[in-house]
């Protein structure tokens, strides 16, 4: 099974960026707990970040035929790209929507997703473990 792992903005901020919602792991903690976390279970991962709503298209896109299942957490893009959305929706590669905190008691501007539409399951305020929780959920879900 091999997994694409993509964050969009600010996620390369983890650490700093509001350590109250996001906690104090930084962007390279959260990928070598990834990294380990699929090693035990011989998951091949790739990792992807941008602030850039276009890049994120483009390696959605290049993700068709290469991998069998993406986890995106797209930031504050979640709320806004239906170019996002409709990347997810053309590659059709089961993708779960992971976030850090818990957006469904936040800002009621958080509360809309597009990704979600076209999302196999979203995984909320679990922290960093929930990209963890998202693997275990891909791997139950390709190997059905």
Do not use: W
């Amino acid at each position: 099974m091999k997994i694409l792992v993509i964050n969009g903005p600010n996620l390369n901020m983890l650490g700093i960026r509001e350590p109250d919602h996001y906690g104090r792991e930084t962007y390279d903690d959260l990928v070598n707990k990834i990294k380990a976390y699929c090693g035990e279970r011989e998951i091949l991962c790739d990792f992807y970040q941008s602030n850039h709503e276009g890049c994120l298209v483009d390696k959605i896109q290049e993700a068709y035929g290469g991998y069998d299942g993406i986890i995106i957490n797209p930031g504050a893009y979640t709320h806004t790209s239906i170019a996002l959305l409709d990347a997810v929706k053309s590659v059709g590669i089961p993708t779960v929507e992971v976030h850090i905190s818990k957006v469904e008691e936040r800002e009621d501007f958080r509360q809309v997703s597009y990704i979600r539409l076209a999302a196999v399951k979203t995984v909320t305020g679990l922290g960093t473990d929930g990209y963890l929780r998202a693997v275990d959920f891909l791997e139950e879900y390709l190997n059905k």
